[in-house]
């Protein structure tokens, strides 16, 4: 009688991966860098108690698979971060895990040589690399915390995260999300809706025990203390956009009724510009309108941006690819970037200290 299996009928290979701690030891914040995370994250955290009078505005690539482009992109925004640094936090998008709808290239971590060989260690290195480099430079990095597993290899180097529209209302990455040492912003639901997100603000508030790993790498109870610090990202849905004043005022209200704090934060891509990137600007406008007409709950904004405009699809020959053109979704380009965030650094410059509570 042939042997007969119950178990991993459809594994094809499971490969031991370093552990967070070897990657660590490998490549330790330290230093500079390590007091540059804990600045970042504490700037944060203010801005949300309104401590700090700033908006924190989290820019720049869909996706990171260039690092010498984004270490460009980096210096760049670092000298943009001096320029607003008393009216605007500058935080700096370092998305390595790209959730999809169907199949596609899931980001730098899961296929770092965008060749279908998934060398998984390998992207986490050169991940976990990029963003001490970007840190070091002073410049706060954040990203969205898509795979439960990655932060134990990435977390300390991150002072904001995201929790995706399609992942807010997952049990794992709420779990997740209340032991994450970052702030953390949940996205509205795919249709538009709030709901998902005001759950999912509650549930990461308290404390969650769930299974994960530690920094050796052993499967482990994690126990988690929950995280004051969860926000709501409006993005837009299928029911169109969501960023506009009436919009802000349904969101201040669910958010009241939800008993959860009143931290709104604007996404100017997604479905809030159509995927038109051309459209983050007209968005920015907006909002910042808004906050001059004086509202007073929205804390933060998010621009898809690269050192140029658009995207492209990844080619047959790497040789091919553009520089600085996402792979993923389309971003504005540099110089708009540049032009839209003086151009709200000067208009807000005076009117947020008077948002501060007393």
């Given at each position: 009688?042939?042997?007969m299996?119950?178990?991993d009928?459809?594994?094809?290979s499971i490969?031991t991966?370093?552990?967070p701690?070897q990657l660590?030891?490998?490549?330790?914040?330290?230093g500079k860098?390590?007091?540059?995370?804990?600045?970042?994250?504490q700037?944060i955290?203010n801005?949300?108690d309104?401590?700090d009078?700033?908006?924190?505005?989290?820019?720049?690539?869909c996706s990171?698979h260039?690092?010498?482009?984004?270490?460009?992109?980096?210096h760049r925004?670092?000298e943009?971060?001096?320029?607003?640094?008393d009216?605007?936090?500058?935080?700096?998008?370092?998305y390595f895990?790209?959730?999809?709808t169907?199949?596609?290239?899931k980001?730098l971590?899961n296929d770092?040589?965008m060749?279908?060989?998934?060398?998984?260690?390998?992207g986490?290195k050169?991940?976990?690399?990029?963003?001490?480099?970007?840190?070091?430079?002073?410049?706060?990095a954040s990203?969205e915390a898509?795979d439960p597993?990655?932060?134990q290899?990435?977390?300390?180097?991150?002072?904001?995260?995201?929790?995706?529209?399609?992942?807010?209302?997952?049990?794992?990455h709420r779990?997740?999300?209340?032991?994450?040492?970052?702030a953390v912003?949940f996205?509205?639901?795919?249709d538009g809706?709030l709901?998902?997100?005001?759950n999912?603000?509650?549930?990461?508030?308290s404390p969650?025990?769930f299974?994960g790993?530690n920094?050796?790498?052993q499967?482990?109870?994690?126990r988690?203390?929950g995280n004051?610090?969860?926000?709501?990202?409006?993005?837009?849905?299928s029911?169109?956009?969501?960023?506009?004043s009436?919009?802000?005022?349904k969101?201040?209200?669910?958010l009241?009724k939800?008993g959860?704090?009143?931290?709104?934060m604007?996404?100017?891509?997604?479905?809030n510009?159509n995927?038109d990137?051309?459209?983050?600007?007209?968005v920015?406008?907006?909002?910042?309108?808004?906050?001059?007409e004086?509202?007073?709950?929205i804390?933060?904004?998010m621009?898809?941006s690269?050192?140029?405009?658009?995207?492209q699809k990844i080619?047959?020959n790497l040789?091919?690819?553009?520089?600085?053109?996402s792979v993923t979704?389309?971003c504005i380009d540099w110089?708009?970037?540049?032009?839209?965030i003086?151009?709200m650094a000067?208009?807000?410059r005076d009117?947020?200290?008077?948002r501060?509570a007393d």
């Open positions: 009688m042939s042997e299996k119950a178990d009928l459809n594994i094809e490969e991966l370093m552990t701690l660590k030891e490998q490549m330790p914040l330290e860098a390590l007091e540059s995370v804990q600045n970042a994250r700037s955290f801005i949300l309104r401590k009078p700033r908006l924190f505005v989290v820019v720049g690539p990171i260039d690092p010498k482009a984004a270490m460009d992109y980096a925004l670092k943009l971060a001096a320029k607003v640094d009216t605007l936090c500058l935080v700096m998008r370092v895990e790209k959730p999809r169907s199949v596609g290239w980001g971590i770092p040589f060749d279908d060989t998934f060398q998984i260690e390998e986490l050169i991940g976990r690399q990029l963003l001490l480099d970007i840190v070091s430079l002073g410049l706060p990203t898509l597993i990655s932060p290899y990435l977390q300390d180097l991150i002072a904001w995260s995201a929790i995706g529209a399609r992942t807010t209302e997952s049990q794992t779990e997740m999300s209340s032991g994450l040492s970052s912003g996205k509205n639901g795919t809706g709901t998902v997100a005001v999912a603000m509650q549930s990461v508030s969650h025990r299974l790993i920094k050796e790498g499967v482990s109870v994690v988690t203390k004051p610090y969860a926000h709501v990202v409006l993005r837009g849905g029911s169109g956009p969501n960023y506009d009436v919009h802000v005022a969101a201040e209200q669910a009241e939800g959860v704090n009143q931290n709104i604007i996404d100017c891509s997604h479905a510009s995927k990137p051309q459209i983050q600007s007209l920015l406008k907006d909002v910042t309108n808004q906050i001059l004086g509202n007073q709950s804390i933060g904004l621009l898809e690269n050192i140029n405009f658009g995207n080619p047959k040789d091919d690819l553009k520089y600085g053109v979704d389309a110089a708009e970037t540049e032009r839209s003086l151009e000067d208009k807000l009117v947020l200290p008077k501060v």
